[in-house]
């Protein structure tokens, strides 16, 4: 994708095109033009503003309707007197359309809120420091440069329930923020494409600014060891997280039985291929609670299931002055998802919990008696809760298809031709 951007005379182009209608009328001999390089930016991209707005909100059809919608008021009237008398059919093209990764770094222990163990640190229920040597050998982590199997899409539960644990089995909670291995898998919605490329063109022509080619989607995800060690029952392991999406990759040490996985989760996310065949179901925070809104979604319904982690007394932010806003609110959102939770589970969020800020390993269980082998994701299948775009690869391939998505997107809106961000002038006709 082009990275060029438009000329910098552009705005003086239109000023003198603004100047020539605004102008008293002058022999074709004698134009006069007055200096107007004092006047606001607003009024001297008007008539680029026009074109580029009208262009995406026939190429964009649906996503148009919002991109028009961020228009100010005071420059929808100013279009409106720029459009009169214009034949827009002869600016516009015809045109139709169908239908970091986040690191975290720093030393263990309690963080702002909670515990952010650092590879080969596993957060663990265990009292005592627990690290990969303790529960695997031969392990080789999850990187950018990792070469996966194949992406399985599968559909979210829509139902905004979860399949009830058998009283054989037990409920084991692995819950937290983000994960902080880097997965070679990306997942972009549409809508969030639109939203950006909404932005992008807001800042052209709301801003005065040059197409701000780096302002991308990018569909980070993050990823998670899950080890599980505790033979005692069948595990109904439910796994949560507020951040980015992430790929669980769940590994069982001998005579473990997982029986079923639940995600929910604030983002897309994804499940390398469980053990045992075990089945599994995702919910989508967003397909059934609104945007958090500080103090406004941690209210008891019938469907808040917004993961919420419960703030304990390591929390740095339960320690600082001036927190207690929030914490009040952390504690309301946590109350309010634990009551959903056992209404539809039957046990407390609390049962057999591992919580921390963020980590690359968790682990549930007593120590093995010895290590078993660490299963990579490398050749494994993932499967992905469904999204419009989902694809993997190595660094440069993955931002080779995300410039790929946003040119694609931004030249159906504009018509095609990238060159419409700086539309060649256009007189007024004379009448």
Excluded at 79 to 85: E, V, Y
Excluded at 398 to 410: C, F, M, R, V, Y
Aim: some cysteine.
């Amino acid at each position: 994708m082009s990275n060029s951007k438009p000329p910098n005379d552009f705005a003086e182009r239109l000023r003198r095109i603004e100047e020539r209608r605004t102008a008293p009328a002058q022999t074709p001999a004698q134009p006069q033009r007055r200096n107007n390089t004092a006047a606001a930016p607003t009024d001297r991209h008007l008539l680029r503003n026009l074109v580029i707005w009208l262009v995406i909100g026939a190429g964009l059809g649906t996503g148009g309707y919002f991109a028009w919608k961020s228009v100010p008021p005071e420059m929808s009237a100013s279009f409106a007197s720029l459009t009169a008398g214009l034949d827009m059919s002869r600016i516009l093209p015809v045109n139709s359309m169908g239908g970091g990764s986040w690191q975290a770094s720093g030393p263990a222990g309690a963080g702002e809120r909670g515990a952010n163990p650092v590879t080969p640190q596993v957060a663990s229920n265990l009292p005592d420091p627990v690290t990969l040597a303790d529960l695997v050998t031969d392990h080789v982590l999850t990187d950018e440069n990792t070469v996966i199997g194949q992406i399985i899409p599968f559909d979210r539960n829509s139902q905004c329930n979860l399949r009830r644990p058998l009283a054989s089995e037990q409920v084991v909670n692995i819950r937290l923020e983000n994960g902080t291995l880097t997965p070679p898998v990306r997942a972009i919605s549409d809508s969030d494409l639109v939203k950006q490329l909404v932005q992008n063109v807001t800042d052209v022509t709301q801003k005065g600014r040059s197409y701000n080619w780096s302002a991308q989607v990018t569909g980070d995800l993050t990823s998670v060891d899950v080890f599980l060690t505790d033979t005692s029952a069948p595990i109904y392991l439910v796994l949560q997280n507020r951040g980015n999406g992430i790929i669980w990759n769940v590994q069982t040490a001998p005579d473990v039985t997982l029986a079923h996985v639940a995600i929910v989760t604030s983002r897309t996310s994804g499940l390398v291929s469980p053990p045992d065949n075990a089945t599994f179901e995702a919910l989508l925070e967003a397909d059934f609670v609104p945007l958090h809104e500080f103090g406004a979604d941690d209210t008891i319904r019938t469907c808040m299931i917004r993961p919420w982690r419960l703030p304990e007394p390591d929390w740095l932010a339960m320690q600082k002055a001036g927190n207690d806003n929030q914490i009040y609110s952390y504690t309301k959102g946590y109350t309010a998802y634990n009551a959903w939770y056992t209404g539809t589970l039957g046990v407390d969020a609390a049962t057999n919990l591992v919580s921390p800020q963020t980590a690359a390993h968790m682990h549930f269980g007593p120590l093995p008696a010895s290590p078993f082998t660490y299963r990579s994701m490398a050749g494994r299948d993932v499967h992905m809760m469904r999204t419009d775009h989902m694809f993997s690869g190595d660094p440069v391939t993955l931002q080779a298809t995300i410039d790929a998505l946003h040119g694609n997107l931004l030249r159906a809106a504009i018509g095609g031709d990238l060159a419409l961000l700086d539309p060649a002038p256009v007189e007024r006709p004379q009448p």
